[in-house]
């Protein structure tokens, strides 16, 4: 009886102390929050923010971020707040002030957290987290697992993207800057059905790391990139790291000694990181370079690949054509994608990104320069535009000009069906032109033309020489008479 007295007397002052400062309905709700705690047993669990070696509990920094991103601290009456600002201008972020309690929900269940400042003179910090005991074994370990997942989605976003360059051999190979790239899924000139296929595949790689361990295979993708140089692999990269938010570690092959050098390079890369080789063509065909082709596909797919997770591997290539097809085949690389030269649907996005033109008069001609075989790389055609941004028309006109001597020039060079001065019967651009098909079956028509014509010279030959004996045999027999 005399508890319950002594209860009804604390609310009664509490009601009375938050009168003047709060809403009615707000004192009703802690008051009956109050009652029904004392209804339940609670546990406490502490998080301090050094351990006792005095080194930061990265716990206490992690359930700080996630309360501070809860969404009722938007909506709550707690005083205090902060308003601190993000790494980007654009981003305001709101925190919580010491002493404050915040509630979450999890399960059905009902925490509360306290941000505490330590008695024993340190000024350190902690974070007291109250939970029911009949809620603790239901939900506990989940709930921490689940701060720790947010948290880590929070950190990933927040992220600054870095590059990666490896330096000549020695103690600390890579150094670091901040990347900055501004290229974007936005901005890249691509086909559009391409581009919603492989944003949608980088963004279901980023989710799979349960179903590639159900399926015994190491988390981790590979995408050969390939087309002439100007078309965009490059920016490409950027824009795929950027929708990651993963950092770039870029090789130069040049500076790596042999094989094993190339291993520990890749062993010193961090998961959730885009590791990129250029010019993997040019590497493989250059019998002087210092790592061998079972080197480079140990490290596409050996044992060595497998000691780290969530990475994107991207090779670039000018032409898969005369690669070895082992460097190809699934497992080493797994999503192919070609950057063609400019063509007219290319040519668009371009003009409406760089001179902010959808349609005008000249567009007809340009698509008619295209059909006829035109073609120039998109760096090349947007550095026309930007050259002459001012004026629209005039980078048309430009676009229109630089095509039309491409096209003049292809027409110059294209090769013909004639014969050399040799006995082969080979044609003097039959060995630089390995894309030419028709310029090849042209030069075994000829071979065979010269075989048909050779025949019949010889077979007339033959004719006029049996004609010319039986004249001499006809005009001797005249003398004989």
Known sequence: MFLIFFF?????LIILRLLSKTSIIHIFLIWWRSFGDRFHVYQTYKIPQYNEHYQENHLYRKVSSYLNSLASLDDSDLKNLNLLSGPKASEIFLHCDANQTVYDTFLSARVSWTNELERDGSRSRS??????????????????QHILSVTDEIEQRKKEIRLYMNLEA??????????NHPASFDTVVMEADLKNKVRSDLEQFLKSKQYYHRLGRVWKRTYL??????????????????????????????????????????LQ????????????????????TAVS???????????????????????TMNGKDQVDQAVMRPGRI?????????????????????????????????????????????????????????SPSRALKSVISALQTNAD?????????????????????????????????????????????????????????????????????????
Not at 131 to 142: A, C, E, F, G, M
Not at 376 to 381: D, G, K, N, Q, R
């Open 293 to 315: 082709l079972s080197g480079m596909l140990n490290f596409m797919d050996g044992i060595v690949s497998c000691c780290g997770e969530e990475r994107v591997m991207v090779f």
């Open 334 to 390: 797994d999503v192919h994608i070609e950057f063609p030269a400019c063509d007219f649907s290319a040519f668009k996005s371009l003009a409406s990104s760089y001179l902010g033109v959808k349609e005008h008069k000249l567009f007809p001609q340009v698509e008619e320069i295209f059909h006829t075989g035109a073609s120039l790389s998109h760096a090349e055609i947007g550095e026309i535009m930007i050259s002459n941004r001012a």
């Open 225 to 266: 990139l390939y087309g002439q140089s100007g078309t965009g692999k490059t920016s490409f990269i950027a824009a795929m790291a950027k929708l990651l938010n993963y950092d770039v570690y870029d090789i130069d092959m040049s500076k790596v000694l042999d094989d094993s050098d190339l291993k520990t390079l890749l």
């Open 170 to 179: 020695g103690d600390g190979r890579w150094r670091s800057i901040p990347f």
């Open 127 to 144: 974070y007291v987290l109250k939970i029911r005991k009949n809620d603790k074994r239901r939900v506990l370990r989940q709930y921490l």
């Open 8 to 12: 009804a007397i604390v609310s009664v």
């Open 409 to 481: 020039a292809r027409a110059v060079s294209k090769p013909g069906p004639r014969l050399s001065g040799s006995g082969s019967g080979r044609t003097g651009d039959e060995t630089t032109e390995p894309a030419s098909v028709f310029c090849r079956e042209s030069v075994h028509t000829v071979r065979e033309f010269r075989k048909l014509y050779g025949l019949l010279k010889m077979g007339s030959r033959r004719k006029d020489d049996s004609m010319d004996l039986s004249s001499a045999e006809k005009e001797g027999s005249r003398h004989d008479v």
């Open 269 to 288: 890369t961090t998961s959730k990181s885009l590791i990129v080789i250029e010019d993997l063509d040019r590497i493989l065909a250059d019998k002087s």
